[in-house]
């Protein structure tokens, strides 16, 4: 089944220690995007790809980073990881941008934990 | 900003009662998607409505658009313990970014 794949499913780090997570799709769809989910709290978009286009949100802090280095693969980089930087993080993809018509598809998520 | 307003935020019903679910903006999407969401997963789509005044069915979930494209109804009957869940509605702008509601979370008891 196509689908999105996010690894690891539970990350844990240190405080400012740097940490990457890692999102696949065999779904070949164009846009990929990244969200941070706190505890009940809706996900909040940090920035999303179409292609190799980079769109960051305006409020996603430089801290975060992403890397795209083809269609199937999309990087989270945290630099130095606050105790504030705990969260779900869900990796989502679309066939493109602008019509109505795209919807989202959603991986299980990445939990990390900060210690 | 896009703003949607989701309500309740939570919701315990007792099995084989029926509710619904709103979702309301000012603001104009060109469609809003449903999702459902477990502890410790990411959201599952249910449905996607794009036209106003729009009536989707799933089984027991009847989804509507309003004529507006401002708000939009979830509304379950009979509800199951397998309901259980955090509910998501999510408007799309012009551009294909999903506004999130806040989410309400259901919890059905046998």
């Known amino acids: 089944d196509a689908m999105v794949i996010q690894n690891p499913r539970y990350q844990v780090t240190q405080f400012g220690k740097p940490v990457t997570l890692s999102c696949s799709q065999t779904?070949?769809?164009?846009?990929m995007y990244w969200y941070q989910q706190k505890s009940s709290q809706a996900p909040k978009l940090l920035f999303h790809?179409?292609?190799?286009?980079?769109?960051n949100e305006a409020d996603t802090p430089d801290n975060f980073q992403s890397r795209r280095p083809n269609t199937s693969f999309c990087f989270l980089d945290i630099r130095s990881p606050g105790l504030g930087d705990a969260a779900m993080y869900l990796c989502?993809?679309?066939?493109?941008?602008?019509?109505?018509?795209?919807?989202?598809?959603f991986g299980p998520g990445t939990r990390l934990t900060v210690l | 900003t896009q703003l949607l307003e989701q309500s309740p935020q939570f919701l315990s019903i007792q099995e084989g009662e029926n509710l619904t679910v709103y979702c309301n903006s000012s603001?104009?999407?060109?469609?809003l998607q449903w999702y459902r969401q477990e502890p410790g997963e990411g959201p599952v789509l249910l449905v996607t409505?794009?036209?106003?005044?729009e009536v989707k069915k799933l089984k027991r979930l009847t989804f509507q658009f309003g004529d507006a494209r401002k708000d939009s109804s979830l509304h379950i009957t009979a509800a199951q313990p397998g309901d259980t869940g955090l509910y998501l509605c999510?408007?799309?702008?012009?551009?294909?970014?999903?506004?999130f509601g806040g989410g309400t979370r259901l919890m059905v008891k046998p």
């Open positions: 603001s104009v999407f060109s469609s």
């Open positions: 779904l070949n769809h164009n846009v």
């Open positions: 999510a408007g799309k702008n012009a551009g294909n970014m999903l506004t």
């Open positions: 409505v794009v036209t106003g005044g």
């Open positions: 790809y179409y292609d190799k286009d980079f769109n």
């Open positions: 989502a993809t679309s066939r493109g941008l602008g019509s109505r018509y795209n919807e989202q598809f």
